[in-house]
């Protein structure tokens, strides 16, 4: 990354992208690996952060919500009995400590990054405000949105959702174990079949759980088209940011 008296100057977008400003929601599992489980696989978190790094290059704004779900789920503690604003306070924090996590990668690979939290943190994060974030993007850094909406009773998946819309991202991508969607689970049925273009309304319909329908309806309501794709291929990011077809689309049509 250039730098010019010790300001960051942004790389000019590649001629080949399709999108310029986005917003990728991972999951913490994504930070698991394959095999899932708890906590932060570190050869994993390098090779999202090393593909991140890439697409940063090429040019696109990214802005990146990651979810809790390695460490602690909201919900799993409120079904075991928490109350369940307390459960999704600590759901919250577990995803600043994997926003934590990935800035320090990022960086690690020459990828200027800024966590911002919905939860006030100050000491390791900054606070989200809208046009600062917007201001970050313009600048050449990639933003991590921590802590979700900041409320409990919402998931990462609106927070994406919702960051998406403040900061006028070009589409929603959101990184999965899987290909896409499929009309049934594919790991246990192998004649499952993947939908490469979806609406919202069928999506909610038939209540396909790969994302949250608050958010699918928040989407819906403001035209921000969804991408599905499989996380663990490398080089997905940046063929989708790049116009490939790749996994499923959810949209108007």
């Given amino acids: 990354m250039a730098r010019v008296d010790d300001t960051i100057v942004p790389p000019a977008p590649h001629p080949r992208l399709a999108y310029r400003r986005i917003l990728l929601k991972l ?12 906590g932060i696989r570190p050869e994993t978190l390098r090779q999202v952060a090393a593909e991140l790094a890439e697409v940063h290059k090429r ?3 990214i802005g990146i919500v990651v979810g809790g779900g390695n460490i602690f789920r909201g919900l799993k503690g409120a079904s075991s009995g928490m109350d369940r604003s307390q459960s999704d306070y600590m759901g919250m924090l577990a995803t600043v400590i994997n926003s934590l996590a990935l800035q320090d ?15 006030e943190i100050r000491q390791v994060a900054e606070p989200y ?9 313009d600048k050449g850094y990639a933003v991590i949105f921590a802590a979700g909406t900041g409320n409990p009773y919402f998931s990462t998946d609106t927070a994406a959702a919702l960051r ?18 499929y009309d049934r689970d594919p790991h246990k049925h192998h004649d499952a079949q993947m939908f490469t273009r979806l609406s ?40 989708v940011c790049e116009g490939e077809d790749i996994g499923t689309v959810v949209g108007e049509t």
């Fill in 27 to 38: 999951s913490g599992e994504a930070l698991c690996g394959e095999e899932g489980g708890f």
């Fill in 59 to 61: 040019g696109v704004q």
């Fill in 105 to 119: 990668a990022l960086e690690k690979h020459g990828c200027p990054t800024r966590v911002m939290t919905a939860l």
């Fill in 129 to 137: 405000i809208r046009r600062r974030a917007m201001r970050h993007l």
């Fill in 164 to 181: 998406a819309m403040e900061i006028n991202a070009q589409a929603l991508f959101k990184a999965t174990k899987v290909e896409g969607i």
């Fill in 200 to 239: 919202y309304d069928r999506f909610l319909v038939d209540r396909i759980g790969v994302m949250d329908s608050t958010a699918v309806t928040l989407c819906r309501e403001n035209k921000m088209p969804i991408r599905v794709f499989k996380l663990s291929d490398r080089g997905n990011i940046l063929r």
